[in-house]
Every structure is written in structure tokens, then in C-alpha cells.
């Protein structure tokens, strides 16, 4: 199995601040990495697919970058209703496996 | 509106069973591949299976090969899910999700699946 591992864990930033989530495949993905957005009893939300394609609706502040085995979600100004738990997937084959999570917190 | 919405969920002893139903509408259900998604309580997201738009291709995680089944009524525009031989740790949030080309896109409310032991 593909294993998907965040870092960090957690991080707290303010308002207005420039934040990085990385994630790291254990073999080639390709392009085959998703993001997703889950805040507290809500169901996760797609943010960005095939490692930079911003999903209809989603604020331009995010972004996403890497191919291979190391990818990046960045958040170029962070808002309030930022504050969530961040997860990337590789879809590139089964099981398709999501990184442990990464809580944004806002200070 | 493009929905998912599940259902089926519940109190199970340790043993049992339980199908899990979600139910499409808005779009082309019989389109897209499908998948069931978990979330134990308290933790990260847990891809469970997947099933091809026509019903021919299905995969699973280990964990669940062997006692769940995925499978499809696209005429119902509905996936289903068959939980036998349930554990403890099985307990989770179940969510399903449609596929739109590498990434899912609709996610269902979710359904909570209990299993004491």
C-alpha cells in the first residue's frame, strides 16, 4: 500500500499569514493527489485535485504544488473559516489512501 | 442540487451486520465511480472501497476484504454497502463520495455505524 504522511500534525498561525501543508507519497503518485478541507462533524470537502487544480468554488488563497512524492498545499492568506483539519489522498491506485490529517488552528 | 445522502446506520453487536445505502441525485449516478470513505471517532479518513460506474470493477482495503460489499442499483441511483462479521473497529463515521476525475467531489452527510463488544 501507498502510505501519505503530513507534516506537521498541527499549526497554529494568524490571520493574514502564509501556510504550508506538505505531503509525502511512499512511491510515485504522479499527479494523482487531492486535497481536502474537513471542519468539526462536517463531511470532508474536495479543495484542490490532481495536485493543483482548484476545485469549482474554492477561494484562489489556496494552492497546490509537487508531482512524484512530495506535494504542497499553501493557504497564501489565511482567514478565519481557514481554521480546519487538511488531508491529502493519492487516487493513483487502491487502496487509495489519505495522509493522517494536518489541524490548522487560527491564532 | 447534486446530493448524496446516506442511511443505514446504527448499534450493531460485534458479529453483525448492516447494509448502508446512499442515495444519488442531481447528477448521472450511473457515471461516476463510487466509493465508501470512514472515520473512526476522534480520527483521520479511511478510504473503504470503491466501485466502478457499470458495477464490474470493485476494490477494498484489507481490512474490510472478506466482510463488506460494495455494490450499485444505478436504475435506484443507489450504493450500497454490506458490513458482515462487524468488529469494534469498524465504529466510525460512513461517508460516501462520488469520483470526478482523480478527486471526490460530492461527499454524502455521513451515516454512524456502532459496534459493541
Known amino acids: 500500500d501507498i502510505q501519505m504522511t503530513q507534516s506537521p500534525p498541527s499549526l497554529s498561525a494568524s490571520v493574514g499569514d502564509r501556510v504550508t501543508i506538505t505531503c509525502r507519497a511512499s512511491q510515485n503518485i504522479g499527479s494523482y493527489l487531492n486535497w481536502y478541507q474537513q471542519k468539526p462533524g462536517k463531511a470532508p470537502n474536495l479543495l484542490i485535485y490532481?495536485?493543483?487544480i482548484l476545485q469549482t468554488g474554492v477561494p484562489s488563497t489556496f494552492s497546490g504544488s509537487g508531482s512524484g512524492t512530495d506535494f504542497t498545499l499553501t493557504i497564501s492568506s489565511l482567514q478565519p473559516e481557514d481554521s480546519a483539519t487538511y488531508y491529502c489522498?493519492?487516487?493513483?491506485?487502491?487502496?487509495?489512501?489519505f495522509g493522517q490529517g494536518t489541524k490548522l488552528e487560527i491564532k | 442540487e447534486v446530493q448524496l445522502v446516506e442511511s443505514g446506520g446504527g448499534l450493531v453487536q460485534s458479529g453483525g451486520s448492516l447494509r448502508l445505502s446512499c442515495t444519488g441525485s442531481g447528477f448521472s449516478f450511473n457515471s461516476y465511480w463510487m466509493n465508501w470513505v470512514r472515520q473512526a471517532p476522534g480520527k483521520g479518513l479511511e478510504w473503504v472501497a470503491d466501485i466502478q460506474d457499470n458495477g464490474r470493477e470493485r476494490n477494498y482495503v484489507d481490512s474490510v476484504k472478506g466482510r463488506f460489499t460494495i455494490s450499485r442499483d444505478n436504475a435506484e441511483n443507489s450504493l450500497y454497502l454490506q458490513m458482515n462479521s462487524l468488529r469494534a473497529e469498524d465504529t466510525a463515521v460512513y461517508y460516501c463520495a462520488r469520483r470526478r476525475l482523480y478527486g471526490f467531489d460530492v461527499w454524502g452527510q455521513g451515516t454512524v455505524v456502532t459496534v459493541s463488544s
Open positions: 489522498q493519492q487516487t493513483y491506485t487502491t487502496p487509495r489512501t
Open positions: 490532481s495536485v493543483s
